[in-house]
């Protein structure tokens, strides 16, 4: 019985050492953006748009899953993949627009972290952003923010704990909560599609769409992996990230809505905790928040490597030289970011808004080639996965298409 016990439990180890892939895009997922855009949800809305962040970690989930299965059919990355499909062209709009997308996020991500700094150290400038540039281009370009990273996680995962310690303090309305899983568009205006595209651009975007089909090649995953692949996408994704995001938006309906606050600032979010921090909610909020764009901002510029590298056929490396050159570009173009003029929150809300406009294409291309015999062969979709990508299609470019025509 012992020797069984053992054996269950270094099978159990084995598994979870294999996971790797999908927690990294969930943890980049789970970031400032996504935080902000659910809380303010619960607070605007109350319970009425639970459906809306179930939905959104469904579709990331299919999406994710089909880009990791897309990468490891393929044996490339997503760039290399749609050049030896369709050619050099194609290749070239794919490789600029998630580019376009990665560097937009880290313009927005550093005006955040400019903010939060100077709100903590009581020192505001936009001259942070010219440190923090520095950092970032020191610590991954030469490979040395694994440490720094694993810190800031630590205290983004007790941020989440305290959102889910709080929800038990609040007592949210089970029958409101139940109500709040039946889509309702009585009154769906122009603000509630916004705060949706906003919420669906947190968790289905390029930046990880694109990260996904490179960060399996790192692991070493081949074809043969494709169940580990699902399991690592569903327990990240709709385990680890679901968790995270119903936790935080529950806390903001039971919490901020009845309160009155609209989130109209990135610290009255920080509301949202008070219950169980008190006088210390502003405070832990603020390092957490600081934290969580730290941790998300950095993996994002090793994600314009991945992708301009696999364009260029460059085998890139921290320290390589061209590896810090992309780096060092990505860190110039987000250094404007510090000096943008508007709140903190509008910015992020519109950066996730925007950067889910090319999000179609990508889920697109995976249904495209997933349901090409001669390309996938016997790992074809099966039915159940096309109405999931059916439907992540259908939403993003209904979306995507409603918020350009808003704007404009």
């Not at 970690?57 to 290399?80: H, P, R």
């Not at 494709?226 to 938006?249: E, N, P, R, W």
């Not at 000096?339 to 291309?365: D, E, H, Q, W």
């Amino acid at each position: 019985m012992e020797h069984v016990e053992k054996k269950s439990v270094s099978t159990l180890k084995k598994m979870m050492a294999a996971f790797g892939p999908a927690w990294i895009i969930s943890a980049v997922a789970a970031g400032p953006g996504t935080t902000l855009s659910v809380a303010k949800a619960g607070g605007v809305y109350g319970y009425s748009f639970l459906w809306v962040i179930v939905l959104s970690v469904v579709l990331a989930f299919v999406c994710q899953y089909m880009a990791a299965k897309t990468a490891l059919i393929g044996g490339k990355g997503i760039v290399s993949i749609v050049e030896e499909k369709w050619g050099k062209g194609l290749a070239w709009f794919v490789t600029i627009d998630a580019l376009l997308v990665i560097w937009l996020c880290n313009v927005v991500l550093l005006k955040i972290l400019v903010s939060v700094t100077g709100f903590v150290t009581g020192f505001s400038t936009p001259w942070w952003g010219l440190f923090f540039v520095a950092v970032f281009y020191g610590l991954v370009a030469h490979g040395g923010y694994k440490l720094i990273e694993i810190i800031c996680k630590i205290v983004v995962s007790c941020l989440v704990i305290s959102f889910i310690v709080t929800l038990f303090i609040a007592r949210p309305d089970l029958g409101a909560v139940l109500g709040g899983l039946v889509p309702n568009f009585a009154g769906f205006g122009k603000a509630q599609m916004l705060m949706m595209t906003a919420i669906m651009g947190g968790s289905i975007h390029v930046t990880i769409l694109s990260m996904q089909t490179y960060t399996v090649h790192e692991r070493g995953w081949k074809t043969k992996d494709l169940k580990l692949a699902l399991t690592d996408t569903a327990v990240s994704l709709l385990g680890a990230f679901g968790l995270y995001c119903t936790a935080i938006y529950l806390t903001g309906a039971s919490v901020l809505n009845p309160g009155g606050i609209k989130v109209a600032t990135l610290f009255e979010m920080a509301d949202a905790i008070q219950p169980l921090l008190g006088e210390y909610a502003h405070g832990f909020f603020c390092v957490g928040i600081w934290c969580a764009v730290f941790s998300t901002i950095m993996p994002t510029f090793i994600a314009a490597s991945y992708v301009l590298g696999d364009k260029m056929k460059w085998d890139l490396k921290p320290g390589d030289k061209k590896y810090k050159l992309i780096i060092l570009a990505g860190c110039l173009i987000a250094l404007p970011g510090s000096f943008l003029p508007g709140k903190p929150v509008n910015l992020l809300m519109l950066m996730l808004a925007l950067s889910f406009v090319g999000t179609p294409f990508f889920v697109a291309i995976f249904l495209k080639l997933l349901n090409d015999k001669s390309w996938a062969k016997e790992n074809k979709n099966g039915w159940l996965l096309n109405i999931g990508g059916g439907t992540a299609l259908f939403v993003t470019i209904f979306l995507a298409v409603k918020w350009v025509i808003t704007i404009f």
